[in-house]
């Protein structure tokens, strides 16, 4: 069982930046950072694999994200900028045991509670 703890989450204005802290109790294959809008879907946006550093990002956020992370701590962060009001959401950072894909729920075994992102115009 891996627990995961989300923070960093917060109320900004467009064009704003934030980071998220996504911190591991124990070793996972990758980490992945979903969201969920009001009435939709959720949505995987971001993942790092953790053994080798590589990293995927979606189209809607590509350009805009960065993951880096901190072996020692067992955490991940993500570097959020120019956010904009539809980056609103819960954003949730998920932990997988095996390859599969970065952005299926269905792919990974372990969620947070999630840290809710509002960003106002």
């Known amino acids: 069982q891996v627990q995961l703890t989300e923070s960093g989450g917060g109320s900004v204005q467009t064009g704003g930046s934030l980071v998220l802290s996504c911190t591991a109790s124990g070793y996972a294959y990758k980490i992945g950072w979903f969201r969920q809008a009001p009435a939709k879907a959720r949505e995987g946006i971001a993942g790092i694999y953790t053994e080798t550093g590589n990293t995927r990002f979606s189209d809607p956020v590509k350009g805009r994200v960065s993951i880096s992370r901190d072996t020692a701590k067992n955490t991940v962060f993500l570097q959020m900028f120019n956010l904009q009001p539809e980056d609103t959401a819960m954003y949730y950072c998920?932990?997988?045991?095996?390859?599969?894909?970065?952005?299926?729920?269905?792919?990974?075994?372990?969620w947070g509670k999630g840290t809710q992102v509002t960003v106002s115009s």
């Open positions: 998920a932990a997988g045991k095996r390859r599969g894909t970065m952005f299926s729920e269905l792919d990974f075994d372990y």
